[in-house]
């Protein structure tokens, strides 16, 4: 659920909708019930993304999203989508690649990497298998940056997760942890 003022007050919007600008034109808080959201900047799921698990965030702007979407405008955030993750009850698999279409060094991942250097070793990576579970790739270490939501399939080059980089410094798998 998202609303339009800050501690879960004004106009709500309590499911997805490719674009629900109309029906709420700021949101500046959210609270997740169940599962897993994926906010987006613009309409149909374009955009910054921002990945929700079950909780509360009455103040979006703490979260760090006012600087992210709306830049120099402090008194909004201005997010106009969610489209909520089914819940994976399975494994989660991911092959990371340091080249693209899938060469160089990889390593096969299940569980979350707050360092993803760590692993592969090196600076970038620029291609990807998800094999089980959504992931999200965060542009720097410890789950921090702009956020990627992958799903199953291949990621031959960055651009097709929507970076403009192959700068990856955290991934973790979409989960509701609580």
């Not at 007050?9 to 490719?18: C, E, F, H, L």
């Not at 080249?99 to 979350?112: I, P």
Request: charged share 25%.
């Amino acid at each position: 659920m998202s609303w339009a003022k800050e501690d879960h007050r004004g106009n709500m919007v309590d499911s997805d909708r490719p674009d629900f600008q109309s029906q709420l034109s700021r949101c500046n808080s959210a609270r997740v019930e169940s599962g897993c959201f994926m906010l987006y900047e613009r309409p149909n799921f374009q955009g910054q993304q921002f990945f929700l698990k079950r909780g509360d965030y009455p103040d979006m702007q703490s979260e760090g999203f006012r600087s992210r979407i709306t830049g120099s405008q402090p008194a909004a955030v201005t997010i106009t989508l969610s489209h909520f993750l089914s819940q994976h009850r399975g494994t989660y698999r991911i092959k990371i690649y340091e080249k693209e279409d899938h060469r160089g060094n990889m390593v096969e991942l299940t569980e979350d990497s707050p360092q993803v250097m760590d692993q592969l070793r090196s600076p970038e990576m620029l291609s990807c298998s998800v094999l089980d579970g959504h992931w999200i790739f965060y542009e720097l270490p410890n789950f921090r940056g702009r956020q990627y939501l992958l799903r199953p399939g291949e990621y031959r080059r960055f651009s097709e997760w929507g970076a403009m980089s192959g700068k990856v410094g955290s991934l973790r798998r979409a989960t509701d942890l609580y």
